[in-house]
């Protein structure tokens, strides 16, 4: 049996470290891998000629969009697996019509996600930004003593999960060492899902009003776009931490910036509404917002998960395996 073509799809730049040299001779195992220079567009002379051959397609960050035009330059093309995550803005729907399966790597992308989100969590408890802000700022520890008899750390807190997304039970998996009390907001679980999971179902209004620290995991969509409104902020205790992982979209970040100003909570911040926050933000200067730059999803060395979990997904193909992380039509409506 002849081994299927593969080409690859993605942005070199964006994409260092998902196709090491070790990932790219075990898809040439698996397949042919017809080029390990990956196609940056798809309607040039060279992008015709691969993909006229290519029976498996691996996308990545940077990717052109897999159009409406594909199915017929690429007609011996069976399955898309993208090295990344939400194949969202990439797939056309031409794609699932023309039956060519799709898989994603979200999975192994939620991976530093939850790592990341357990150290924020841990760290927000302690309020150990403030604690270095304070240290390094007077380069003495008395402002620092009388936060130690405060209410905080994190033996015995209420941690509340907005969304049982993949990032969200796999935070949830990684706190069961910890003295953390579990509340789970997501409309798709009923309560003995959550229980399931170790946490408690409320409603969104209950959690915001009961959790020290809120971590959103909920996918953008136009049910949760700024679900995390005025109100709701203003129903957070006063010390609560807000931690955004997910997509700035699922907060109103106006309402935020002016919760933020009063300095009744902190937030812990690595994804905005825009990207980038404009340069005069108060998200850059406020001293109770930890901000960083979208790196809670894999970086660097961790991108090498989501290249080995599209090969494993290729070898399943290939071996006539159900795949484990495929994506159908349907399912876009309900994923981030």
Known sequence: MSRPAIVLAMEPSRTEHVLPDEILRRLDTIGRLLDSEPLQRLDDARARRLLSEAEILITGWGAPCIGSEIPAAAQRLRLVVHAAGTVKGIIDD???????????????????????????????????????????????RDRTYPMQREAIGNYGRTLGIVGASRIGRRVIEL??????????????????????????????????????????HAPSLPSTQHMIDARRLSLMKDGA??????????????ALLSELKTGRIDAVIDVTDP???????????????????????????????????????????????????????????NIA
């Open 175 to 216: 706190l069961k060492p910890f003295d953390y009390k579990l509340l789970l907001f997501d409309p798709m679980l009923d309560a003995a899902e959550a229980a399931g999971l170790g946490a408690e179902k409320v409603d969104l209004d209950e959690l915001m009003r009961r959790a020290d620290l809120v971590s959103l």
């Open 94 to 140: 031409a794609i699932f019509e023309a039956g060519i399966a799709v898989s994603h790597a979200a999975e192994a992308n939620a991976v530093p996600v939850a790592e990341f989100t357990l150290a924020a969590i841990i760290f927000a408890g302690k309020r150990a930004f403030r604690f270095r802000d304070l240290y390094v700022g007077d380069r003495n």
């Open 275 to 333: 990207e980038i926050p404009e340069a005069g933000s108060a998200f850059y200067d406020l001293p109770n917002v930890f901000l960083t730059p979208h790196i809670a999803g894999a970086i660097g060395l961790e991108r090498a998960r989501l290249g080995a979990m599209a090969a494993d997904e290729v070898e399943r193909f290939t071996t006539g395996r159900p795949l484990l992380y495929q994506i159908r039509r349907q399912d876009l409506e």
């Open 241 to 254: 931490t807000l931690i955004n992982t997910a997509r700035g979209i699922l907060i109103d970040e106006a």
